[in-house]
């Protein structure tokens, strides 16, 4: 047996190990056999000599990551117990190359996650790309932050936001105001990544002069998109002709993605999203991406993800149970 003492220093512990010590939990699962206890600012691991030393060695780099890149994320630990060091290009980018610009005052703003890692790598080999995944996984975001940095390195010459105003359930009613108040609401989320990323003066001035568009889905009828970076948001609310119309809008410059949740769709029942008929029919096209995010992606509060592993089981369990019920019919109607 062997057992070894770390001394944690110079970093907050809850960062070190999560919420509810979540991350060291990650690290407890991959070593089952270790024993790792945590008392205030020391780490104790017990076990065979050959595994304290490599949670000994994970710890470690867990901290390295944490003091240089100010962050340490819960993909992050489980890429390293999988023997992914993310300070070596080994199928991943390095963690100073995950940066995909300086949003207001300098802060960094990164893929946080290995899916959203795949999204930056694939708007940079494509130009149309799909990003599809639930709630909190940061699709919106990181499409924004591209777009960001595409307009600050001149790549294109303006950012066109757009999504389709479709009611999430809820019947809003009379909006007062001219029409950019009648729409702000449905087009929020977007302001919201815009407001972490530049100054307000910066956008203000960028809307004015109509370097930053943000307008809702039918304003894009009729126009040639072109030197622009377009994004697409919650585009599992259009139809497939508003898609079609989207999608055909590309001029020859243009970058473009298109953020969904297929299980957030608020179309009118029996209306089928035209996401997922451009995902059908476009994925063998070249110069299309597509990634999908998934509950791990989640970067929201850590109940999310689990909110979202819990709904995702009830419409698998509702699905058998459909199935069943329809195999019950057809064996009463053939009897």
Same mark, same amino acid.
């Given at each position: 047996?062997?057992?070894?003492?770390?001394?944690?220093?110079?970093?907050?512990?809850?960062?070190?190990? *999560?919420?509810?010590? &979540?991350?060291?939990?990650?690290?407890?699962?991959?070593?089952?056999?270790?024993?790792?206890?945590?008392?205030?600012?020391?780490?104790?691991?017990? %076990?065979?000599?050959?595994?304290?030393?490599?949670?000994?060695?994970?710890?470690?780099?867990?901290?390295?990551?944490?003091?240089?890149?100010?962050?340490?994320?819960?993909?992050?630990?489980?890429?390293?117990?999988? %023997?992914?060091?993310?300070?070596? &290009?080994? *199928?991943?980018?390095?963690?100073?190359?995950?940066?995909?610009?300086?949003?207001?005052?300098?802060?960094?703003?990164?893929?946080?996650?290995?899916?959203?890692?795949?999204?930056?790598?694939?708007?940079?080999?494509?130009?149309?790309?799909?990003?599809?995944?639930?709630?909190?996984?940061?699709?919106?975001?990181?499409?924004?932050?591209?777009?960001?940095?595409?307009?600050?390195?001149?790549?294109?010459?303006?950012?066109?936001?757009?999504?389709?105003?479709?009611?999430?359930?809820?019947?809003?009613?009379?909006?007062?105001?001219?029409?950019?108040?009648?729409?702000?609401?449905?087009?929020?989320?977007?302001?919201?990544?815009?407001?972490?990323?530049?100054?307000?003066?910066?956008?203000?001035?960028?809307?004015?002069?109509?370097?930053?568009?943000?307008?809702?889905?039918?304003?894009?009828? *009729?126009?040639?998109?072109?030197?622009?970076?377009?994004?697409?948001?919650?585009?599992?609310?259009?139809?497939?002709?508003?898609?079609?119309?989207?999608?055909?809008?590309?001029?020859?410059?243009?970058?473009?993605? &298109?953020?969904?949740?297929?299980?957030?769709?608020?179309?009118?029942?029996?209306?089928?999203?035209?996401?997922?008929?451009?995902?059908?029919?476009?994925?063998?096209?070249?110069?299309?991406?597509?990634?999908?995010?998934?509950?791990?992606?989640?970067?929201?509060?850590?109940?999310?993800?689990?909110?979202?592993?819990?709904?995702?089981?009830? &419409?698998?369990?509702?699905?058998?149970?459909?199935?069943?019920?329809?195999?019950?019919?057809?064996?009463?109607?053939?009897?």
């Amino acid at each position: 047996m062997s057992e070894i003492i770390l001394k944690i220093a110079g970093i907050e512990l809850v960062d070190l190990y *999560g919420e509810k010590n &979540s991350k060291l939990n990650i690290l407890q699962a991959a070593y089952p056999d270790v024993k790792i206890t945590s008392r205030g600012s020391s780490l104790k691991i017990s %076990g065979a000599k050959k595994e304290t030393q490599a949670v000994k060695a994970k710890v470690e780099l867990m901290v390295r990551v944490l003091k240089q890149e100010k962050e340490l994320s819960r993909a992050t630990v489980e890429d390293m117990v999988h %023997g992914k060091n993310p300070f070596q &290009s080994n *199928g991943y980018n390095n963690l100073s190359a995950t940066t995909i610009v300086h949003g207001r005052d300098g802060k960094p703003i990164k893929a946080r996650t290995r899916n959203q890692r795949l999204l930056v790598e694939l708007s940079e080999k494509n130009d149309v790309v799909f990003a599809i995944g639930p709630a909190g996984t940061g699709k919106t975001y990181v499409a924004v932050a591209l777009a960001v940095r595409a307009l600050k390195n001149r790549l294109v010459k303006k950012i066109i936001l757009t999504r389709p105003a479709v009611e999430a359930g809820e019947n809003l009613g009379f909006l007062p105001g001219d029409l950019k108040d009648k729409v702000d609401p449905y087009l929020r989320p977007l302001y919201d990544a815009l407001d972490d990323l530049l100054e307000g003066e910066k956008i203000n001035k960028f809307m004015t002069e109509r370097v930053i568009e943000v307008a809702p889905l039918a304003f894009m009828r *009729g126009r040639t998109l072109d030197n622009a970076f377009i994004i697409l948001d919650e585009a599992q609310n259009t139809t497939s002709m508003q898609i079609k119309m989207f999608l055909t809008r590309l001029g020859p410059n243009a970058k473009c993605i &298109s953020t969904g949740d297929l299980t957030q769709i608020d179309l009118p029942r029996r209306q089928r999203s035209g996401l997922h008929k451009a995902l059908d029919i476009l994925g063998d096209v070249e110069g299309i991406g597509r990634v999908f995010l998934k509950a791990e992606d989640v970067v929201r509060h850590r109940l999310v993800k689990e909110i979202i592993l819990a709904y995702e089981q009830d &419409s698998e369990q509702q699905k058998i149970e459909e199935r069943n019920e329809d195999k019950k019919e057809v064996k009463s109607e053939e009897e």
